[in-house]
């Protein structure tokens, strides 16, 4: 039924049920280190970093009622969460009505009764309020390297208003922003031996640009970044594809750069001669380069050779969403001896769900120009629809001498493949058959059956299936050894996901392994039904336990896009310095591995892994709980208000009337 108030005229119930419940949680989650130390993109300020302007894309004088209407936890929020604690004697209020809309009364857990103007407007948005041009579409966490001169704990965020940020999350600073285009998307990569840093960037407009970062040592109390203004990249490749770029992923070995998007292509771009440029300049003609792009005159622009496609695959039948390249072993890491290999395995995914592992080849012959070729080895089978996240794990299992790779003595690697699909379940294929004692590929295959099966070999099915209530958007596997093993959970094993119910879910993927879902038995929302559980439940036990699930964590408003791993080096609170929140004194966040996850409410939060590792306390209210006591609606209330605060579409007395009487005409 929809709403017949004049400001939600378009609005159905459902949407203003989903717009009062985010905004409700945007209210109760703005601030604290219980839901995750946010940092709210729409107000971190690159005024206080020693940076050059990079067209950040909300305005950097935006005022607070600006910042609100693009999304995201706002200064002012942390001061309505912060003023929430202040025990009042006031015991009532009036409820008012702003365009159409009634203004609803919030309810903290101390009992404070408040009228809250932003809980209403955004809620009046309904399912569409997001983040804004601030909602988080990708991300990626630049890692300390040894041998480059670029700093570390830094995210790099794609932005619905089509910018790349570089956010500081030590300090939570916006240091740099880029321009991309609307639907950004972007990757990282290094020249080779300089290992210089650089952002390539993708988007709607079917261009790719490639900007130079140079990176001073940061610190907690001053982080510098130089890096070029949106109108002087190092390049700019206008008409890059026929359609929008939605993929880029840059292979290392190769020096080449890979897009696919909207037009089913995956294109290889030659970027050695650029990086070889890049790599011959002194360290001061970097920085320049890099804070000025092409707009540096003489030589040193001159000298920038073109970035040139010499290879092409068209095998997609559907738009291409994620490109990811598959990194060298650990030994191969620890062996810089060995020959860098002219050939690279690129794993490809599309809307429709079909995983293509290509390999890459490369030919360099003196006097000729360099040609790229793909070859399909394989299709990876078992999704329905779209691919939205790709994630390469190496495994080490201890063996014997006899079993093991070599240059490791006792120790095999294996190589998996995690995916995340809107079919509501995260997947591991096994890319190699070294696991010992893994079946391998024994999910059923649930994939769309268009089209021909592509490949010289036999086409890959998944290993395991962790089956979600929602869209998976986002999946990120742990590296062995991050956290202590117990008895009733591995050490190698760790899986998060980020789902389109706003949860982010942290799995033992050994002990979910162990649960298997009958692919024929569906419920009415089409999720596969539980046929046993590890610990032997009968079908349908809700035990998260037993299905692998180590924690749930709440704190997101909107779906959670993208997931990252920080080892923070320091001890003690959080410097948030830009956006103003406070964490909890009384519990000093440790230094090691945080889970960092973002999403399209326009945030970025930060989690220790050894919070998420612990259960949540038995006493501790849920999220849902305290939104279920934070509004409550008078009487006066509109009807379509009132369907929304209680999350329910019903209809009233006079709506079911008039469909019994419509029903008895058309009989």
Same mark, same amino acid.
């Given at each position: 039924?929809?709403?017949?108030?004049?400001? &939600?005229?378009?609005?159905?119930?459902?949407?203003?049920?989903?717009?009062?419940?985010?905004?409700?949680?945007?209210?109760?989650?703005?601030?604290?280190?219980?839901?995750?130390?946010?940092? /709210? %993109?729409?107000?971190?300020?690159?005024?206080?970093?020693?940076?050059?302007?990079?067209?950040?894309?909300?305005?950097?004088?935006?005022?607070?009622?600006?910042?609100?209407?693009?999304?995201?936890?706002?200064?002012?929020?942390?001061?309505?969460? *912060?003023?929430?604690?202040?025990?009042?004697?006031?015991?009532?209020?009036?409820?008012?009505?702003?365009?159409?809309?009634?203004?609803?009364?919030?309810?903290?857990?101390?009992?404070?009764?408040?009228?809250?103007?932003?809980? $209403?407007?955004?809620?009046? +948005?309904?399912?569409?309020?997001?983040?804004?041009?601030?909602?988080?579409?990708? #991300?990626?966490?630049?890692?300390?390297?040894?041998?480059?001169?670029?700093?570390?704990?830094?995210?790099?965020?794609?932005?619905?208003?089509?910018?790349?940020?570089?956010?500081?999350?030590?300090?939570?600073?916006?240091?740099?922003?880029? =321009?991309?285009?609307?639907?950004?998307?972007?990757?990282?990569? $290094?020249?080779?031996?300089?290992?210089?840093?650089?952002?390539?960037?993708?988007? /709607?407009?079917?261009?790719?640009?490639?900007?130079?970062?140079?990176?001073?040592?940061?610190?907690?109390?001053?982080?510098?970044?130089?890096?070029?203004?949106?109108?002087?990249? %190092?390049?700019?490749?206008?008409?890059?594809?026929?359609?929008?770029?939605?993929?880029?992923?840059?292979?290392?070995?190769?020096?080449?750069?890979?897009?696919?998007?909207?037009?089913?292509?995956?294109?290889? !771009?030659?970027?050695?001669?650029?990086?070889?440029?890049?790599?011959?300049?002194?360290?001061?003609? /970097? +920085?320049?380069?890099? +804070?000025?792009?092409?707009?540096?005159?003489?030589? @040193?622009?001159?000298?920038?050779?073109?970035?040139?496609?010499?290879?092409?695959?068209?095998?997609?039948? =559907?738009?291409?969403?994620?490109?990811?390249?598959?990194?060298?072993?650990?030994?191969?890491?620890?062996?810089?001896?060995?020959?860098?290999?002219?050939?690279?395995?690129?794993?490809?995914?599309?809307?429709?769900?079909?995983?293509?592992?290509?390999?890459?080849?490369?030919?360099?012959?003196?006097?000729?120009?360099? $040609?790229?070729?793909?070859?399909?080895?394989? @299709? %990876?089978?078992?999704?329905?629809?779209?691919?939205?996240? #790709?994630?390469?794990?190496?495994?080490?299992?201890?063996?014997?001498?006899?079993?093991?790779?070599?240059?490791?003595?006792?120790?095999?690697?294996?190589?998996?493949?995690? &995916?995340?699909?809107?079919?509501?379940?995260?997947?591991?294929?096994?890319?190699?058959?070294?696991?010992?004692?893994?079946?391998?590929?024994?999910?059923?295959?649930?994939?769309?059956?268009?089209?021909?099966?592509?490949?010289?070999?036999?086409?890959?099915?998944?290993?395991?299936?962790?089956?979600?209530?929602?869209?998976?958007?986002?999946?990120?596997?742990?590296?062995?050894?991050?956290?202590?093993?117990?008895?009733? =959970?591995?050490?190698?094993?760790?899986?998060?996901?980020?789902?389109?119910?706003?949860?982010?879910?942290?799995?033992?993927?050994?002990?979910?392994?162990?649960?298997?879902?009958?692919?024929?038995? +569906?419920?009415?929302?089409?999720?596969?039904?539980?046929?046993?559980?590890?610990?032997?439940?009968? @079908?349908?036990?809700?035990?998260?336990?037993?299905?692998?699930?180590?924690?749930?964590?709440?704190?997101? !408003?909107?779906?959670? &896009?993208?997931?990252?791993?920080?080892?923070?080096?320091?001890?003690?609170?959080?410097?948030?310095?830009?956006?103003?929140?406070?964490?909890?004194?009384?519990?000093?966040?440790? *230094?090691?591995? !945080?889970?960092?996850?973002?999403?399209?409410?326009?945030?970025?939060?930060? !989690?220790?892994?050894?919070?998420?590792?612990?259960?949540?306390?038995?006493?501790?209210?849920?999220?849902? *709980?305290?939104?279920?006591?934070?509004?409550?609606?008078?009487?006066?209330?509109?009807?379509? #208000?009132?369907?929304?605060?209680?999350?329910?579409?019903?209809?009233? &007395?006079?709506?079911?009337?008039?469909?019994?009487?419509? #029903?008895?005409?058309?009989?």
């Amino acid at each position: 039924m929809q709403s017949a108030d004049p400001a &939600t005229l378009f609005q159905t119930d459902a949407s203003l049920a989903t717009g009062l419940k985010r905004a409700l949680k945007w209210k109760h989650t703005s601030s604290g280190a219980q839901w995750g130390s946010p940092i /709210w %993109l729409s107000t971190v300020s690159s005024a206080t970093a020693v940076v050059v302007a990079v067209g950040d894309a909300d305005g950097a004088n935006k005022s607070r009622r600006g910042a609100d209407a693009d999304g995201g936890g706002e200064v002012q929020a942390a001061a309505d969460a *912060a003023g929430a604690n202040e025990v009042s004697s006031a015991s009532t209020s009036t409820s008012s009505s702003t365009n159409g809309l009634q203004t609803h009364i919030v309810t903290d857990r101390l009992g404070k009764l408040q009228v809250d103007e932003d809980v $209403r407007d955004r809620a009046a +948005r309904g399912v569409g309020t997001d983040g804004g041009k601030c909602k988080v579409l990708s #991300m990626e966490i630049l890692q300390e390297e040894q041998g480059s001169d670029s700093a570390d704990g830094i995210a790099f965020v794609a932005e619905g208003g089509g910018s790349v940020r570089a956010v500081h999350l030590e300090t939570a600073r916006s240091l740099a922003t880029f =321009r991309a285009g609307t639907g950004a998307c972007f990757c990282l990569g $290094r020249t080779p031996l300089r290992r210089r840093l650089f952002v390539a960037c993708g988007s /709607w407009d079917k261009a790719l640009r490639i900007y130079g970062c140079s990176f001073a040592t940061p610190s907690s109390s001053d982080t510098t970044l130089t890096a070029a203004p949106p109108s002087a990249a %190092l390049k700019i490749i206008p008409n890059a594809a026929s359609d929008f770029i939605k993929a880029l992923a840059y292979d290392d070995a190769s020096q080449l750069l890979l897009s696919g998007g909207t037009d089913l292509h995956v294109r290889a !771009w030659d970027l050695q001669p650029l990086l070889s440029h890049l790599d011959g300049l002194s360290d001061e003609s /970097w +920085r320049a380069l890099a +804070r000025n792009g092409a707009a540096v005159r003489g030589s @040193e622009a001159t000298s920038l050779l073109a970035v040139e496609a010499i290879g092409n695959m068209r095998l997609h039948t =559907r738009p291409i969403n994620k490109i990811v390249i598959l990194p060298s072993s650990p030994l191969q890491k620890h062996a810089p001896t060995l020959p860098a290999p002219s050939e690279s395995t690129i794993l490809s995914a599309d809307s429709m769900g079909r995983i293509l592992e290509s390999t890459l080849i490369v030919r360099r012959e003196q006097g000729q120009a360099p $040609r790229a070729s793909f070859q399909v080895r394989r @299709e %990876l089978r078992g999704h329905e629809t779209s691919v939205n996240d #790709m994630r390469i794990s190496w495994l080490a299992e201890n063996v014997d001498a006899g079993d093991a790779d070599d240059g490791d003595e006792h120790v095999r690697w294996s190589c998996c493949l995690w &995916t995340a699909s809107s079919d509501k379940s995260a997947k591991r294929f096994d890319l190699d058959d070294n696991r010992k004692g893994t079946p391998h590929g024994t999910i059923a295959d649930r994939s769309s059956k268009a089209g021909t099966i592509l490949g010289d070999q036999p086409p890959l099915f998944a290993a395991q299936s962790i089956e979600h209530t929602d869209y998976v958007q986002s999946i990120l596997p742990l590296p062995a050894g991050l956290a202590p093993a117990t008895k009733a =959970r591995s050490t190698d094993s760790l899986v998060v996901t980020g789902s389109s119910d706003e949860n982010v879910y942290l799995w033992d993927a050994e002990l979910a392994s162990q649960v298997h879902f009958d692919d024929k038995r +569906r419920d009415l929302k089409g999720n596969a039904l539980k046929v046993k559980a590890a610990n032997g439940t009968a @079908e349908g036990a809700s035990d998260d336990a037993s299905l692998g699930l180590v924690r749930r964590q709440e704190g997101h !408003w909107h779906e959670v &896009t993208a997931l990252g791993l920080w080892r923070r080096k320091r001890y003690g609170v959080l410097a948030d310095e830009t956006n103003g929140s406070a964490t909890d004194e009384s519990k000093p966040q440790e *230094a090691g591995w !945080w889970i960092i996850t973002a999403s399209y409410d326009g945030s970025i939060r930060r !989690w220790p892994l050894g919070d998420l590792l612990n259960p949540a306390p038995a006493d501790a209210p849920s999220l849902a *709980a305290l939104l279920a006591t934070a509004i409550t609606t008078p009487a006066s209330v509109a009807p379509s #208000m009132q369907k929304a605060a209680a999350g329910a579409a019903q209809m009233t &007395t006079e709506e079911e009337a008039e469909l019994a009487e419509l #029903m008895s005409d058309e009989e």
